[in-house]
Each structure stands twice: as structure tokens, then as C-alpha cells.
């Protein structure tokens, strides 16, 4: 299988910021990675608000037409280091016009300033606040790429564990899960993977995390958790991820309690090739699968 020539566009942008990252400082990462937007092109008829959830600055994406009533609360990538809100717009607004339903997009902590749990931490505020404003958590996903996904996914194990209403669905985009960093196609896909090299897991890990123990922490390695009763999940990742075996072991784990999982694995294509939509058809149906997933779960038909 080849890829579509517009797939190339997101390798081209990876290996550019390798290229320019070099001796640069986090505020400046930071500025390039507010890049990530580029190969998205933009939604027709969408429409935009930002608000403060709790405190937490957010971004709705409201597709004409969606049903109010339903939302995806979409955490950004960026190793919890970069990204934000307008970085990640784009793609959440996509996945929100194909599914129908509104989008909040949440612009959480960044560590090193603020460490693990801080980035959970807002996420649970986002969610209160959503209960507190008429949204019913039936009716309610929780959507990320790489360390997006991985709050997505303990953002409802966090509810869980508080006694509140858990997500009707969970998706995750070329998730990075294992803050061990042991997955196996770390190594086997480094050839092939533009971007998410050993040394950036371990340098956004350390700026994560407190202490190198709170890498077996449940709450920021997904993949020590137990998945008996959890939502159902959609998995979507790239044949050429180095995390891809994140996304094989998140599968496994809930497939042993028999849980509801979906594993799309899209050949020859890289870390949240998502970014993509509306540019390259592997993400446009990609995403497109996604939505036609999604909507029963939040009770569309």
C-alpha cells in the first residue's frame, strides 16, 4: 500500500520541527507546535466560542446543524508539554461536524509548569461544569490524540472513581499511554516514524512527570488499569507509530475483560495522521469512521 500524496504534507511538517527544534527553547517549541494546525484544513460552517469551564479555558466547535445536546470534550496532544486549544480546533471541529454533535476542546495545564496530576485535575473541572450546565454524561465522549488520549481515557476512570457519571464513549487518536515507554514498535517503527522518536517520549515524560515512579502511576500509564466495566472505545493509529504498540496493549486490556473495543490501524501513516482531514483521504476516513462509531453511542442514530 502507498500513501496519498497529501498524507505527505504532515511527514513534511514533522521533519521540519526536528530539524528547527534543535537548541530552541520550550517557548519557542511551543510556538511550532501551534503548527499542528496546518494541514487541517479549516470545516465550512462551523462556528466558534471560547469560554472558561471551571476556570479552564476552552473552545466550543459548533457544527450547523449538530445536536446541542451532545458533546465531545477533546483533549490536545503535545506530550501534555505543547499544543492547545487553537492548535487541535481544526481536527475536533472535523470529528464533531461528521458525528453532529458540538465539540468543547480543552486547553488544560502544560507541565513542566504544572506537573501530573494537574492536567486530570482540569479535565475533571471541565466535566463538572458540563453536568452543571445541562450536559448528561450519557450523552458525553471524551476525545484526545497521543497525551490527549490518555487523559481522555483517565478522565473517565477518574469519574468512575469518584462515583460519578462516566462517558457514554471513549476515542483515542494514536494514543500515548505507557509513560514506561516499553512498547516494542518504539524501537521496531523508529525508521519510520517522523516525529515521536525515544529521546522526545523521554524528554515530554520528564516534564510530565514529578518523580520517574509516577511512571507506573495508574493515573498517567492507562495501561495499568483495569478496563472491567469501562466505555467503550475507539482506537485509531498509524501503521508507522512508534506508539502503535500503546494503541495493540490498550486493545488487549480490554478485550480480556471483554470490553467494547475498536482497533483501526491505518497503514504506513504517522502519529495523529488525523491532522490530515480535509487534506488527505486516510484521515477523512479515518475520521469519518470514527463519527459513524460515535453517534449511537451518544444516541444518534
Known sequence: MSVSKESLFLNDLYASWLTRSEGMDLASQRDMFEEWHLPTIEPIDV?????????????????????????????HGGGFVTGSRFSHRKLAAHLAKLAGVHALIVDYRLAPEYKHPAQLEDCMAVHKWLRTQGYKAEYTATVGDSAGANLAISTAFELASLELPTPAAVVTLSPWLDMEIKGLTVESNDAVDVLAKRAVLEMMREMFLSEPADATD????????????????????GGFETLLDDSRRLAELIEKVSGEVVLDVVDEQQHVFHFNAGRAPEADQAVSRIAQWLRPKLGLA
Open 47 to 75: 462556528t466558534y466560542e471560547e469560554v472558561t469551564a471551571n476556570g479552564v479555558p476552552a473552545t466550543w466547535a459548533k457544527p450547523l446543524g449538530a445536536a446541542e445536546d451532545r458533546v465531545i470534550v477533546f483533549t
Open 218 to 237: 495508574p493515573r498517567a500509564n492507562p495501561l495499568l488499569n483495569d478496563y472491567t466495566g469501562f466505555p467503550p472505545v475507539y482506537v485509531s493509529v
